[in-house]
Nanobody, 126 residues
Framework: QVQLVESGGGLVQAGGSLRLSCAASGRSFDSSTTGWFRQTPGKEREFVAGIHWNGISTKYADFVKGRFTISRDNAENTVFLQMNSLKPEDTAVYYC???????????????????WGQGTQVTVSS
């Protein structure tokens, strides 16, 4: 079992920044991949960024490259998503997710991820 606890969502003006945190626990987390997804009403859930827990590989969606940074602190079992230069179109519910047996390329499809946080609302106003 992997448990994920999210924090850091909120309301911010366009151009501002937020940092989302995903605190993880569980036996298999050392070999897991953690990803961030987002979803707005009427739209499909989309991949934002991902990172291997025990690797250096990261992956980003095109629409966040240069603005968002995913990172990890293995000592604290926490994955972060630093979001800079936020735009109103970034408004969404952001989900932290993870899957085990994290070998190879970071997966971008939600169905691959087994464990999910409850989601945290990010609202960017103009």
């Amino acid at each position: 079992q992997v448990q994920l606890v999210e924090s850091g969502g909120g309301l911010v003006q366009a151009g501002g920044s937020l940092r989302l945190s995903c605190a993880a626990s569980g036996r298999s987390f050392d070999s897991s991949t953690t990803g961030w997804f987002r979803q707005t009403p009427g739209k499909e859930r989309e991949f934002v960024a991902g990172i291997h827990w025990n690797g250096i590989s990261t992956k980003y969606a095109d629409f966040v490259k240069g603005r968002f940074t995913i990172s990890r602190d293995n000592a604290e079992n926490t994955v972060f998503l630093q979001m800079n230069s936020l735009k109103p179109e970034d408004t969404a519910v952001y989900y932290c997710a993870a899957y085990e047996r994290a070998l190879g390329v970071i997966n971008t499809t939600p169905t691959r991820y087994k464990y999910w946080g409850q989601g945290t609302q990010v609202t960017v106003s103009s």
